[in-house]
């Protein structure tokens, strides 16, 4: 099969989308199959490293986001011959903004069939931005219609995701088809490496919260609660790991309520075997997010043995049995507070609860791009039909 994956983050952005994508390209292609990645222009470095084609066009730096770009494929005419020299079997998108429309426009003009995956939970973006709940709505509406609607077929992550894209407005059959992870084993070394990297301490709990520095991930429900698990004379260490639009507010936060000392803040980690000791070297793995669609992050911490605490009825928290393979908690700071401290009163319950996530939450992207080849084929043969 000849594939076209489009979406507007990809390397270097290690956020869930970009990745997935880039996973998504890296593994069809070395099944064998051509895949192209359709992408803005960042530097990704020497092209000949990775095993499938990148198709980019010109792009600039988001204001406020410089890891994220906003592109402009209409003006770049380069970019537009190389897409025209170029046969797809079949386009799946991973973003309703330009790579999406533009994937739209290729399938449309081509007459192949078109796959959405529906990552994010765009109502809450659009929220954020216009504060209007009635805009927000009505933006939604409008994407559902212009976007996903127009797709053959849309993928979904988890069940609690499918849902949600129905309530948007979305008529088109939903397959859901979850994530998939590198499965590996985190040695000590790589651990201790982390701690010595972070400045981690070994006396007490480690929390940790991987993702977005942005309210809309639960970082406000992780600060209160950590306000009043200190209050109790708990001692522990929070770390947030990433970067986003809300990173300043997020540290002022962090000195009102108290918790500067208790607090390190890592910023952007490119260096993926540093990250693995980050999770691997966590205690508990701190994730109240009810935006997310899918919890990537939430399989990585498992696969170096760290169990998760997620919100109850999430998309995060699907694959999550509370208590076995992790914790689930209420909305309320207070309740989170409770289940973390109820987590790591009992080390060997927590170590427990860890390995047996890790034996239960990760799948295999190798896996997963088996089924998702068979996906293709059978819609590129419906469409032959």
């Given at each position: 099969?000849?594939?076209?994956?489009?979406?507007?983050?990809?390397?270097?952005?290690?956020?869930?989308?970009?990745?997935?994508?880039?996973?998504?390209?890296?593994?069809i292609?070395?099944?064998?199959?051509?895949?192209?990645?359709i992408?803005?222009?960042?530097k990704?470095?020497?092209?000949?490293?990775?095993?499938?084609?990148?198709?980019?066009?010109?792009?600039?730096?988001?204001?406020?986001?410089?890891?994220?770009?906003?592109?402009?494929p209409?003006?770049?005419?380069?970019?537009?011959?190389?897409?025209?020299?170029?046969?797809?079997?079949?386009?799946?998108?991973?973003?309703?903004?330009?790579?999406?429309?533009?994937?739209?426009?290729?399938?449309?003009?081509?007459?192949i069939?078109?796959?959405?995956?529906?990552?994010?939970?765009?109502?809450?973006?659009?929220?954020?931005i216009?504060?209007?709940?009635?805009?927000?709505?009505?933006?939604?509406?409008?994407?559902?219609?212009e976007?996903?609607?127009?797709?053959?077929?849309?993928?979904?992550?988890?069940?609690?995701?499918?849902?949600?894209?129905?309530?948007?407005?979305?008529?088109?059959?939903?397959f859901?088809?979850?994530n998939?992870?590198?499965?590996?084993?985190?040695?000590?070394?790589?651990?201790d490496n982390?701690?010595?990297?972070?400045?981690?301490?070994?006396?007490?709990?480690?929390f940790?919260?991987?993702?977005?520095?942005?309210?809309?991930?639960?970082?406000?429900q992780?600060?209160?609660?950590?306000?009043?698990?200190?209050?109790?004379?708990t001692g522990?260490?929070?770390?947030?790991?990433?970067?986003?639009?809300?990173?300043e507010?997020?540290?002022?936060?962090?000195?009102?309520?108290?918790?500067?000392?208790?607090?390190?803040f890592?910023?952007?980690?490119?260096?993926?075997?540093?990250?693995?000791?980050?999770?691997?070297?966590a205690?508990?793995?701190?994730?109240p997010?009810d935006?997310?669609?899918?919890?990537?992050?939430?399989?990585?911490?498992?696969?170096?043995?760290t169990?998760?605490?997620?919100l109850?009825?999430?998309?995060?928290?699907?694959?999550?049995?509370?208590g076995?393979?992790?914790?689930?908690?209420?909305?309320?700071?207070h309740?989170?507070?409770?289940?973390?401290?109820?987590?790591v009163?009992?080390?060997?319950?927590?170590?427990?609860?860890?390995?047996?996530?890790?034996?239960?939450?990760?799948?295999?992207?190798?896996?997963?791009?088996?089924?998702?080849?068979?996906?293709y084929?059978?819609?590129?043969?419906?469409?032959?039909m």
């Amino acid at each position: 099969m000849k594939i076209g994956e489009f979406s507007d983050s990809f390397l270097p952005v290690v956020d869930g989308v970009g990745r997935v994508a880039y996973s998504y390209c890296d593994h069809i292609a070395r099944k064998g199959h051509e895949c192209s990645a359709i992408v803005p222009l960042t530097k990704m470095g020497y092209r000949g490293q990775y095993p499938f084609e990148i198709i980019d066009y010109y792009s600039k730096s988001m204001p406020g986001m410089p890891q994220y770009k906003f592109g402009a494929p209409v003006i770049d005419e380069h970019y537009q011959q190389h897409l025209s020299m170029t046969e797809f079997d079949i386009v799946h998108i991973h973003t309703p903004f330009i790579a999406g429309q533009e994937g739209i426009r290729y399938a449309r003009k081509h007459d192949i069939p078109l796959v959405g995956t529906f990552h994010s939970k765009y109502y809450d973006d659009f929220y954020q931005i216009s504060g209007s709940r009635i805009l927000a709505g009505l933006s939604t509406d409008v994407m559902m219609a212009e976007f996903f609607n127009k797709c053959d077929e849309v993928w979904t992550l988890t069940e609690n995701s499918a849902r949600t894209l129905k309530a948007y407005g979305c008529t088109k059959n939903i397959f859901i088809l979850p994530n998939g992870m590198d499965v590996h084993s985190v040695s000590e070394e790589t651990k201790d490496n982390a701690v010595r990297e972070f400045g981690l301490r070994r006396d007490v709990p480690v929390f940790l919260y991987v993702g977005q520095q942005n309210w809309k991930k639960g970082i406000g429900q992780i600060l209160e609660a950590c306000e009043e698990l200190k209050k109790t004379g708990t001692g522990f260490q929070l770390v947030l790991a990433g970067q986003g639009p809300h990173e300043e507010e997020i540290h002022r936060r962090t000195e009102e309520l108290g918790l500067s000392e208790d607090t390190v803040f890592t910023g952007h980690i490119l260096n993926t075997e540093l990250l693995d000791g980050l999770y691997g070297a966590a205690s508990l793995f701190v994730f109240p997010s009810d935006y997310d669609t899918y919890a990537m992050v939430v399989r990585e911490a498992a696969n170096a043995g760290t169990a998760s605490v997620c919100l109850k009825n999430s998309a995060a928290a699907e694959d999550i049995v509370d208590g076995e393979n992790g914790w689930l908690c209420g909305s309320e700071a207070h309740d989170l507070c409770e289940v973390m401290k109820r987590a790591v009163e009992n080390p060997s319950r927590l170590k427990e609860v860890g390995i047996n996530a890790m034996h239960t939450l990760p799948q295999s992207w190798d896996s997963i791009i088996d089924r998702a080849l068979e996906r293709y084929q059978i819609l590129i043969d419906m469409k032959q039909m």
